[in-house]
């Protein structure tokens, strides 16, 4: 029986090893090397101690760093040691009217008009400065977030320089992107982005609307709004023109003050389904254009002719990959019948080698918790799936004292109606359960409110795209999972949104075809 941690009294359970001592011994070609506790990594720290943090963080709005008409600060703090990092300016709607009237003057006086060759110039400059800059981003995306610096340092800041490269190049060749159509620009986008990708959300959103000639109002989680900050001063340093890109920080208010902003003709938004129908309420009636990119509960189905060993890794960087905070995981893992022991046995050696603390440790694999609140939701939502049933695996290992953790878990015994089954977790739990036959698995994969992202993994080029073609889902990866590239659109069918990110076609809300 799993048993609760008594130090949290959250529903951390530590997995009974009985079971693994006693189980029959495993053919030759199954058993596996057990160093136990005996090979151990050493720490590894990132320097941080060069990390210019400012002790305030004030508004970006016309070029220049101003403080807020509500005269408020909240803090901003690192969710792996719970120390504040730094107060950060809330903007009310005042300050989001600023925003927007710089934003309009700089379109209507400078970027609305300027060719696209002389757009692309400052997006390269951008990019190239990101890349120079980037260790010290990333460093600052991990205390902020508390995402690991692996991944800050090898995936986020290598895709938003990506971002800028790529959008730089389409910002002179629109007529092409749109053979026989004339491309215009929209105006003032405003752009209100999450927590989970911080500086990635805001160069998804910034890129193609610059590039397509629109001047932006960007909007970052309260959670992680130091980086957008730093993303602030790398536009003065590029020379960018005032007012071309304002940042406004604040809750959910700020965000709700530029969605209901009469002089914005569009909204671009990613976070949760929930604000995401809220944002499409408040612009009904309106000439605003929309897009949203929301939640997700993807399926990952791992067929009996998989190579099983790369599908166990594309189930660890489909679900464990920034600590699960990811709209597109794979948190809802469909194994064939008769592969199911092998692969629930591989994953659960599997899980227990990630090493989960220090997101600043370059061998951590997983990092902290965004919030307290996420960390909440998370075990609210594993308590509920122990209550329904449902049999939760999770490694023997300890937590940091400090700071906000939830350790690799899964569930097997699940059922489709389990709330674990149906609702976004959001953190590094996994919702396993079985299929027999190619349709059933299509048809369990698309019984979610939602469709943005999935997964197939099988030997069978054929089975692949029979799948594919049958899955509603915006993204499927084919033998691999959670990899993004900017000339590749993304984005959902269903409650997981409309309208595509990235590509030729992430030009498109961001602009109008005469
Ligand atoms: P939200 O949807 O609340 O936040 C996303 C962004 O919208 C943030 O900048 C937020 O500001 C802002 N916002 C909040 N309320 C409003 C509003 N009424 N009008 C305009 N903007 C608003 O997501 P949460 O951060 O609360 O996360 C909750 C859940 O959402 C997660 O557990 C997860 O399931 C899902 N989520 C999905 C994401 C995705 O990529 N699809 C990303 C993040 C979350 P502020 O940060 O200040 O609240």
Redesign the pocket.
């Known amino acids: 029986m799993p048993r609760k941690n008594s130090r949290t009294s959250r529903a951390v359970v530590v997995r009974d090893n009985s079971a693994l001592d006693h189980r029959i011994p495993l053919p030759l070609s199954e058993r596996h090397l057990n160093f136990r506790d005996r090979w151990s990594y050493a720490p590894a720290p990132e320097a941080h101690n060069y990390i210019k943090l400012r002790s305030r963080y004030e508004l970006f709005i016309d070029g220049k760093f101003v403080a807020p008409a509500s005269g408020k600060y909240f803090r901003s703090i690192n969710p792996a040691t719970e120390e504040k990092l730094a107060d950060i300016a809330e903007a009310n709607a005042r300050d989001v009217d600023k925003a927007v009237k710089a934003a309009r003057q700089a379109y209507n006086k400078v970027w609305g008009k300027m060719p696209g060759r002389e757009r692309g110039k400052y997006l390269y400059r951008i990019a190239r400065l990101i890349q120079e800059k980037s260790r010290e981003l990333a460093v600052l995306e991990s205390m902020d977030g508390g995402k690991t610096i692996k991944e800050s340092r090898d995936v986020d800041l290598p895709l938003v320089a990506a971002h800028f490269f790529y959008y730089a190049g389409w910002a002179d060749k629109l007529e092409y992107a749109f053979p026989g159509r004339t491309p215009q620009s929209l105006g003032v986008a405003g752009q ?5 990708f911080p500086l990635l ?1 805001a160069a998804w959103k910034l890129a193609p609307a610059l590039a397509a000639g629109n001047t932006c109002v960007l ?5 992680t709004s130091i980086t957008a900050m730093h993303l602030a001063e790398i536009l003065q340093e590029a020379e960018l023109p005032d007012g071309v890109v304002n940042i406004v920080t ?7 003050a ?2 209901e902003h009469d002089d914005v003709n569009k909204i671009a ?8 129908k ?2 499409t309420q ?1 612009v009904a009636g309106t000439k605003k254009k929309l897009t949203l ?4 509960k993807a399926a990952n189905i791992i067929f009996e002719d998989a190579p099983i060993d790369q599908a166990v890794e594309g189930i660890i960087s489909g679900i464990y990959f920034n600590q699960g ?3 597109c995981a794979g948190s809802r893992l469909f194994v064939q019948e008769g592969v199911f022991p092998t692969v629930i046995r591989k994953l659960r050696d599997r899980i227990a080698t990630l090493r989960v603390g220090n997101p600043l440790d370059k061998n951590t694999d997983i990092g902290a918790i965004n919030s307290r ?2 960390l909440d ?1 998370i075990c609210e939502l594993v308590d509920s799936g122990l209550q329904q049933g449902a049999e939760l695996v999770q490694p023997r290992l300890r937590l940091p004292e400090k700071g906000y953790w939830y350790p690799p878990s899964f569930f097997t015994g699940v059922t489709a109606s389990h709330r674990i089954a149906q609702e ?3 953190g590094p739990v996994l919702s396993v359960m079985t299929f027999r036959t190619p349709e059933e698995a299509i048809e369990r994969a698309n019984n979610t409110p939602y469709g ?1 992202s999935a997964g197939v993994w099988t030997d069978k080029g054929s089975k692949i795209f029979k799948m594919v073609n049958k899955l509603r889902a915006g993204i499927v990866w084919a033998n691999t999972y959670n990899k993004f590239d900017p000339t590749s659109p993304f984005g959902g069918y269903k409650e997981s949104g409309f309208g595509r990110e990235g590509g030729r076609h992430g030009l498109l809300p961001y602009l109008t075809l005469n």
């Open positions: 209100i982005i999450p927590w989970n959300m909007k970052p989680a309260e959670t604040g809750a959910g208010n700020t965000g709700k530029l969605v938004f990613t976070g949760s389904t929930s604000v995401g809220l944002l408040a990119e929301l939640g997700g905070h990811v709209c609140m996420q939701k976004e977790i959001f943005l």
